[in-house]
């Protein structure tokens, strides 16, 4: 399959709470059963990166319940009990791909500026995948009224302030807008 072929699963990516993981490994299937290789690429690339964040969330609340710890094994109950601790909820799964959005679109950055169109082209469609499991974004003009009401809140007059300002923005747009958008709005809103 080449890269101008690609078509992103028709489903909606406006999901319930904890249908996300399910739909990722349902897309999965389906995209190795049509031999979609990029968008298969993708997908395994994504559940590994939520793998690898329910070891450390694992990891971390074994750490503090020192009690869950057991140097003779866990017991069956033990074992579920701390899979269901260290499983993702959709906000979670939500940045996970953000992240995984951030680190392409800093590589299209590279490869533009490496002379490389055919790498960073491939990125742009890895982006484009990444994007489809994400809840609709919010608009320039959303964020900026958003942040707007950010700063008379905090009444915010210079750079100084943009932390107390992201502060008050970030739980609001958090998995629904790219936060280096929000912060370049919040620079131009304060200069």
């Given at each position: 399959?080449?890269?101008k ?15 996300l ?13 049509e031999?979609?290789?990029l968008e298969v ?5 994504l ?9 450390e ?20 109950e ?7 601790e260290?499983?993702l ?9 953000s ?5 392409r679109?800093?590589a ?16 742009k ?5 990444l994007q489809?499991?994400?809840?609709e974004?919010?608009s320039?003009?959303?964020?900026k ?12 007059k210079?750079?100084k ?5 992201m502060?008050?923005i ?5 998995g ?7 912060s370049?709005?919040?620079k131009?809103?304060?200069?």
């Amino acid at each position: 399959m080449s890269l101008k072929d690609y078509n992103p699963p028709t489903t909606s990516s406006n999901l319930p709470i904890s249908r996300l993981a399910p739909k990722i490994q349902e897309d999965l299937k389906i995209s190795l059963k049509e031999k979609r290789e990029l968008e298969v690429s993708v997908l395994r690339m994504l559940k590994a990166a939520i793998f690898n964040k329910e070891k450390e969330k694992r990891y971390k609340f074994t750490r503090q319940n020192p009690a869950e710890r057991d140097l003779g094994g866990l017991s069956k109950e033990k074992q579920e009990k701390l899979e269901k601790e260290s499983a993702l909820n959709d906000e979670e799964i939500i940045e996970v791909i953000s992240s995984e959005i951030k680190k392409r679109k800093e590589a299209i950055d590279l490869y533009e500026r490496g002379n490389r169109p055919e790498l960073a082209g491939k990125e742009k469609k890895e982006v484009e995948i990444l994007q489809f499991y994400l809840p609709e974004q919010m608009s320039e003009e959303e964020i900026k009224k958003i942040a707007e009401e950010a700063i008379r809140k905090v009444g915010a007059k210079e750079m100084k302030d943009m932390g107390k300002v992201m502060g008050i923005i970030t739980p609001q747009v958090k998995g629904k807008a790219d936060m280096s958008l929000v912060s370049k709005i919040v620079k131009e809103l304060l200069s």
